[in-house]
């Protein structure tokens, strides 16, 4: 039973069914943006209903870029190129920081002052990892105490740079490479560990010539950008809390048609055949530059693993289903270097903790992790999703092998990223 902001969670005795997992999160915040200053009209099949990604298409509405939902359930931008307009107020993120960081790249080449803000966990996320950068590239910045939101930017001309973040992050690679598209000359992104790539595939699929070697992509300033019509893939993000949930119950099917199989995010799949489950693919394209295929899981005995350096960076979203789920496996599961994790819309290590020991778990936390053994019995408890969609549906997962009912607290938190997540889970939960 799902209410406005609770939760119930039954035990189940397997999970069988298909999922079309919503379209996916991190390629949809990318798309409107790019759309938004591109030349012609843009229109994107499957693209994310996230509460995240209606505050991306909020916040390039705020900026004269008209958008629009189809018939047939398709979004469609009407680029305007260069002639993006100085917002009337203050632009709403709401809980993204997909949002303030990658547009904040975007706002700092534009001719005119712009500010972000976002709700109370959003407000509490690092920002001096952006602003870092975009201050060497010429545009002042300013923000709260200790570099949190609300951001404060005046854009202008930027200059090339050529920036090595401490942190590996997507979100500010991206920054700086839609920043870099305003630039005098060309700007590398030199990360310390490979992340996921998929600003420079959606850069290319709008036109824009971008250079990979390594771990540094680079971009030319000056380049235009011209509208396209893509299908988003499914999120594979989404797609972990359906894959654990297989995992859970041996001789459990579940098929995911048409996820996303880009290669710098589907280490999780290789992660978890080492832990034990069966994951076959099939039917896999390629989308504008990205793969995508169908994805089976089977449900077998599941061994447990550590997640520690490149792995952890890779499987920073799906840390948190995996820990929910990890007194099930046979060795338990340990999370190492995973501090970003206590940053993010919760201390993600804080939360999981503090719920699988409502539920008996034995679990001992780290300043940069967990370790968490395996061969444990839970109980359903009454938990709290720390206003963290990640937190939220994770433990849903964790609560359909519980001895009883489970409560989520919160449990509207999961539209921030998946709106429609309880109502799926429910109709493969047998």
Known sequence: ?????????????????????????????????????????????????????????????????????????????????????????ALDCGNSGSTMRMLSGILAGQPFASELFGDESLSRRPMARIMKPLTEMGAKISSSEGGRPPLKIQGGPLKAIHYKPEVASAQVKSCVLFAGLFGDGETTVEEPIRTRDHGEIALRAFGAEVERSGNAARIRGGQRLHAIEALVPGDLSSAAFFLCAAALFPGSAVTLPGILMNPTRARLLDILIQMGLKISVAQLEEHHGELVGTVEACGAAWKGGTISGADTAALIDEIPVLAAVAPYTENGIEVRDATELRVKESDRIAACATNLRKMGAEVEERPDGMRIPGGQRLHGAELDSFGDHRIAMAFAVAALRAESETTILGADAAGVSYPTFFEDLRKIAK
């Open 1 to 89: 039973m799902v209410t406005d902001t609770t939760a119930s969670v039954r035990p189940a005795r397997a999970v069988n069914g298909v999922v079309r997992i919503p379209g996916d999160k991190s390629i949809s915040h990318r798309y409107a943006m790019l759309a938004a200053i591109a030349e012609g009209t843009s229109r994107f099949q499957n693209f994310s209903a996230a509460r995240d990604c209606e505050s991306t298409l909020g916040c390039v509405g705020a900026m004269g870029v008209e958008w629009r939902r189809t018939e047939h359930g398709a979004i469609e931008v009407v680029g305007v190129g260069r002639q993006l307009k100085a917002p009337a107020q």
